[in-house]
T-cell receptor, first 111, second 117 residues
Framework: KQEVTQIPAALSVPEGENLVLNCSFTDSAIYNLQWFRQDPGKGLTSLLLIQSSQREQTSGRLNASLDKSSGRSTLYIAASQPGDSATYLCAVRSWGNDMRFGAGTRLTVKP | DTEVTQTPKHLVMGMTNKKSLKCEQHMGHRAMYWYKQKAKKPPELMFVYSYEKLSINESVPSRFSPECPNSSLLNLHLHALQPEDSALYLC????????????????FGPGTRLTVL
C-alpha cells in the first residue's frame, strides 16, 4: 500500500523567503503526483500536476519536481507572500484510481 | 463552467435522519470521487465512479450509499450515521479515470461540512 509522507508538518517563514516543501512516497509505480492547497475548512485547490514521465512543472512562483525512482517530490515557492499561508498537500495516484494523500504541510507566511 | 459544486455547504443531522449530499460538474469529466476529511487529517478516498459505474468502494460502511444518476451528478445518501462520521465531505472529478492514458488532474469541490448529533 502506498504511503505518502510530507515534511515538515508545519513551517513559518517571513514574507519574501523562498521555501521548499517535501513529499515522499514508498511505491515508485505511480501515474502522477498532484500538489494541492487547502485553506481552513475549504476544499482543495489544484496547484500542479506532474505525470510520471515528467521531471517538473512550473506555474508562476511555484515549481514542483518529481524524482520517481527515489520516491520524492518537492514544491518550491518563490518570494513567499502572506496569501500563500495554507496547508499544502501532495497526492500520489497509483494503479486503479487509488489516490493517497500526505498529511500536509501547514505554511504560515508572516508579513 | 470549470468548477465542481457541492450542496449543501453545511448539514446537521441526527443519527436517525436520512439526508443526501449532492455534487455536480459540467466539465465533461467521466470520473467522480467522494472523499472524507476529518479535522487536521488528509482526505481519504471513499468511492470512485468511472463512466457512471462504481469502480472503487474503499470498504465504506453501508450507511453511506453513493449514486451516480448521470455523468454530471454524484450523490451520497446518508442514513443512520454516527457522530464519528462528522467530517468535511469532498467531491472531486477528473477528465478520465486513472489507468486510461496515464490519469488526469482531479478537481475538488468546496465540500460539505457534516455534523452528526
Amino acid at each position: 500500500k502506498q504511503e505518502v509522507t510530507q515534511i515538515p508538518a508545519a513551517l513559518s517563514v517571513p514574507e519574501g523567503e523562498n521555501l521548499v516543501l517535501n513529499c515522499s512516497f514508498t511505491d515508485s509505480a505511480i501515474y502522477n503526483l498532484q500538489w494541492f492547497r487547502q485553506d481552513p475548512g475549504k476544499g482543495l485547490t489544484s496547484l500542479l500536476l506532474i505525470q510520471s514521465s515528467q521531471r517538473e512543472q512550473t506555474s508562476g512562483r511555484l515549481n514542483a519536481s518529481l524524482d520517481k525512482s527515489s520516491g520524492r517530490s518537492t514544491l518550491y515557492i518563490a518570494a513567499s507572500q502572506p496569501g500563500d499561508s495554507a496547508t499544502y498537500l501532495c497526492a500520489v495516484r497509483s494503479w486503479g484510481n487509488d489516490m493517497r494523500f500526505g498529511a500536509g504541510t501547514r505554511l504560515t507566511v508572516k508579513p | 463552467d470549470t468548477e465542481v459544486t457541492q450542496t449543501p455547504k453545511h448539514l446537521v443531522m441526527g443519527m436517525t435522519n436520512k439526508k443526501s449530499l449532492k455534487c455536480e460538474q459540467h466539465m465533461g469529466h467521466r470520473a467522480m470521487y467522494w472523499y472524507k476529511q476529518k479535522a487536521k487529517k488528509p482526505p481519504e478516498l471513499m468511492f470512485v465512479y468511472s463512466y457512471e459505474k462504481l469502480s472503487i468502494n474503499e470498504s465504506v460502511p453501508s450507511r453511506f450509499s453513493p449514486e451516480c444518476p448521470n455523468s454530471s451528478l454524484l450523490n451520497l445518501h446518508l442514513h443512520a450515521l454516527q457522530p464519528e462520521d462528522s467530517a468535511l465531505y469532498l467531491c472531486a472529478s477528473s477528465p478520465i479515470p486513472t489507468g486510461v492514458a496515464g490519469g488526469n488532474e482531479q478537481f475538488f469541490g468546496p465540500g460539505t461540512r457534516l455534523t452528526v448529533l
